[in-house]
């Protein structure tokens, strides 16, 4: 059971540059969400895919945010032109085609920016 | 006011006491999830429930869906059991299984 994989799991970046992380979900979960957590906060709802079609996207996420999952299988978050208020753990999670399932989490990838 | 709400935020106890996290909830919801998070990130999912009682080892969830309100139980708490632990709600007709998050409490066991 490989489990839900994210990279890189840390993230230093100047503030105005590009970033880009990666999902790997279960291999057979069709469901992929992506979530962030600010410091001493719970998760936040930022967008959801079901395959590769990305169905909801939170008010979070502002147009400098942009989301893919072109072949249904892994996902990638980009942030473009960051900002300070960006630095947080960007967390994904898959769940299988059912509802009401469980989701899986990955261990997170922790942006900080300078 | 948060739609999920824990308490306590934060909880240090003994080696070996009982511990019991509460959460509240004001949506209706077809599951209540309790969530446990090392200091690393990683998200393990504990529970999922939608009625009554489970048990896992010395973990005990439990849910009232009349009050809105779910209890996480540790029973012989250990140093190791230190760790945020988030309960979380996916509200029901929710095509997308969406989960909304309390703040989490922090626990932390002292030897």
């Known amino acids: 059971d490989t489990g839900v994989s994210q990279n890189p799991r840390h993230k230093i970046t100047k503030r105005g540059q590009n970033v880009t992380f990666r999902c790997d979900p279960i291999?057979?979960?069709?469901?992929l969400y992506w979530y962030r957590q600010t410091l001493g906060q719970g998760p936040e709802f930022l967008t959801y895919f079901q395959n590769e079609a990305q169905l909801e996207k939170s008010r979070l996420l502002s147009d400098r945010f942009s989301a893919e999952r072109p072949k249904g299988s892994f996902s990638t978050l980009e942030i473009q032109r960051t900002e300070q208020g960006d630095s947080a753990m960007y967390l994904c999670?898959?769940?299988?085609?059912?509802?009401?399932?469980?989701?899986?989490f990955g261990d997170g990838t922790r942006l900080s920016i300078l | 006011k948060n739609e999920v709400e824990q308490s306590p935020q934060n909880l240090t106890a003994q080696e070996g006491e009982f511990i019991t996290i509460n959460c509240s909830y004001s949506?209706?919801?077809?599951?209540l999830h309790w969530l446990q998070q090392h200091p690393g990130g990683g998200i393990v999912s504990l529970f999922m429930?939608?009625?009554g009682k489970k048990k896992h080892g010395r973990l005990i969830a439990t849910i009232n869906i009349q009050e809105k309100h779910s209890s996480l139980h540790i029973t012989a708490s250990h140093p190791r059991d230190s760790a945020v632990y988030i309960c979380a709600a996916t509200a029901p007709m929710n095509r997308d299984d969406k989960i909304i998050f309390g703040k989490g409490t922090r626990l932390h066991i002292l030897p």
């Open positions: 429930l939608s009625s």
């Open positions: 949506v209706g919801i077809s599951a």
């Open positions: 291999s057979e979960h069709n469901r």
């Open positions: 999670a898959s769940s299988s085609p059912y509802s009401n399932q469980p989701q899986h």
